[in-house]
């Protein structure tokens, strides 16, 4: 679980903290994936690498013909586009039950051998194993980009958009390229979850599922790729320690745990003799 959510943290972190695209409907490409990899396995074919290729490739393909409403917007159209285009597909996953099983989940679904040798076991060993090996290939991949040319760029679009511009750089081109990206990354996760649970339901397209994945990165600082990884560990280790002791009141304690990181700050909270050094540099 933690390895599914660093991945989906780092396909947002590629352009919240790279592209400085705000967005609050990632997991309208996370449930795309969900789902795409799910109906594959049940209906084509239950090959667990051709299935996280299609979940991605759908990924991906939402997100290119998303992108052209996104890069021209403001931070608040881009909130709202982004929520609506995962509300929309909510909605339809609900109304076409013949097909996602709508609010009963897509049932059934039986994955094959992992490169035809490894079983998915009750363990969830190999699926434990399958996970983290996506999750490193996807770290090196962003960090290649990250440190490309393209992601340098990116970069400079974040701070300064207009000095691109000037400069004579396709602004809208990048943005479209990285939020396709990154569509494409958020496909992959989804199209985990749904291969090592063996399940896909109308959850991995609600709210919740773009806010914790917003909270993760937030938690482990965007920006910075290893952010997503510490987020998404800091993530499902209070939500585990804090439900075992308030199952019910468990959201009041990130949500409170989150204002405080806001106010006092990461540094500050981690590092609590930050807190006296500007006094001893009087």
């Known amino acids: 679980e933690i390895a599914i959510l660093a991945l989906f943290a780092l396909s947002l972190d590629l352009i919240l903290g790279y592209a400085g695209i705000v967005s609050l409907g990632h997991a309208a490409y996370f449930g795309v994936g969900a789902y795409g990899a799910a109906l594959f396995a049940k209906h084509v074919m239950p090959d667990p690498l051709v299935g996280l290729a299609v979940g991605t490739a759908l990924g991906a393909l939402l997100g290119a013909i998303t992108s052209p409403m996104i890069v021209r917007g403001t931070d608040l159209t881009r909130l709202m586009v982004t929520m609506g285009v995962a509300l929309v597909l909510l909605e339809l996953a609900n109304q076409f039950d013949g097909l996602t099983g709508g609010a009963d989940g897509l049932q059934g679904v039986v994955m094959g051998p992992l490169l035809g040798i490894f079983e998915f076991d009750l363990g969830a060993r190999v699926a434990s194993f399958y996970s983290l090996a996506l999750l490193f290939l996807a770290f090196v991949l962003l960090r290649r ?138």
């Open 145 to 282: 980009i990250v440190h490309s040319p393209l992601g340098v760029s990116m970069q400079a679009l974040r701070d300064n958009r207009l000095r691109l511009t000037a400069l004579g750089m396709n602004v809208n081109g990048r943005l479209a390229a990285v939020y396709t990206l990154a569509a494409a990354l958020a496909g992959t996760s989804g199209a985990l979850l749904a291969q090592t649970t063996g399940f896909a339901s109308l959850d991995v397209l609600e709210f919740h599922r773009s806010a914790d994945v917003m909270l993760a990165l937030i938690i482990g600082g965007a920006g910075w790729l290893w952010g997503g990884l510490v987020g998404a560990i800091a993530f499902k280790v209070l939500h585990d320690l804090i439900s075992a002791v308030t199952a019910q009141y468990w959201t009041f304690w990130i949500g409170l745990f989150l204002v405080v990181l806001m106010l006092v700050g990461r540094e500050r909270l981690f590092r609590p003799w930050r807190w006296f050094a500007k006094g001893a540099s009087k």
